[in-house]
């Protein structure tokens, strides 16, 4: 894990090797995501689909607690 900084514009740095390992160039577009408090910087990928199983942390799980909802409305 890398820590980076803000600059005075909101910017961050991308680590050297990070940038090479994703092939990200001056002028990327990447995706930013936030889930729970966590932000994500996406990049750019073939298949995104794939790419983005696993990507969310699996809590909070709605599906549990819609579960959880549905069996009390029957007790």
């Given at each position: 894990m890398a820590t980076v900084k803000?600059?005075?514009?909101?910017?961050?740095?991308i680590p050297a090797a990070m940038r090479?390992?994703?092939?990200i160039e001056p002028g990327t577009e990447m995706q930013?995501?936030?889930y729970g408090g966590?932000?994500?910087?996406?990049?750019?990928?073939?298949?995104p689909i794939k790419a983005a199983?696993?990507?969310l942390p699996?809590?909070?799980s709605l599906a549990k607690q819609l579960l959880k909802e549905r069996e009390n409305e029957f007790t």
């Amino acid at each position: 894990m890398a820590t980076v900084k803000t600059l005075s514009k909101g910017q961050i740095v991308i680590p050297a090797a990070m940038r090479r390992k994703y092939h990200i160039e001056p002028g990327t577009e990447m995706q930013i995501v936030e889930y729970g408090g966590i932000l994500c910087l996406i990049p750019p990928v073939d298949k995104p689909i794939k790419a983005a199983c696993g990507l969310l942390p699996s809590q909070p799980s709605l599906a549990k607690q819609l579960l959880k909802e549905r069996e009390n409305e029957f007790t």
